[in-house]
């Protein structure tokens, strides 16, 4: 069982940035891949980024070039730099982890282990 714990949300202006943070318990870090989707209102669940247990990065195309996915091993924590964000980002943010960064990047995540509660990150025009 892994624990996902999300943090860093908020409200920005365009053209801001936003760091959020995702902490897993439950697992050696190193034994599972990590991700971020979003949700937003009336939307269904996308894809965002995703990082391999290998460190190799993966993103969508709506955010390639302002987003920036990471991992620190030490502290088992997986980050989501946001950069030039636009009103169109505002959603809920979704840390996820699985065994296989696949199935992250996938079926928007029908096949994900294991889900964060979330963290709304709001983009004001």
């Known amino acids: 069982q892994v624990q996902l714990v999300e943090s860093g949300g908020g409200l920005v202006q365009a053209g801001g940035s936003l760091r959020l943070s995702c902490a897993a318990s439950g697992r050696t870090f190193s034994t599972i891949a990590m991700g971020w989707f979003r949700q937003a209102p009336g939307k269904e669940r996308e894809f965002v980024a995703a990082?391999?247990?290998?460190?190799?990065?993966y993103y969508a195309d709506s955010i390639k070039g302002r987003f920036t996915i990471s991992r620190d091993y030490a502290k088992s924590t997986a980050y989501l730099q946001m950069n030039s964000l636009k009103p169109e980002d505002t959603a809920v943010y979704y840390c996820?982890?699985?065994?296989?960064?696949?199935?992250?990047?996938?079926?928007?995540?029908?096949?994900?282990?294991?889900w964060g509660q979330g963290t709304q990150v709001t983009v004001s025009s």
């Open positions: 996820a982890s699985d065994g296989q960064v696949v199935d992250l990047m996938i079926r928007n995540g029908e096949n994900v282990d294991y």
């Open positions: 990082i391999s247990k290998s460190d190799t990065a």
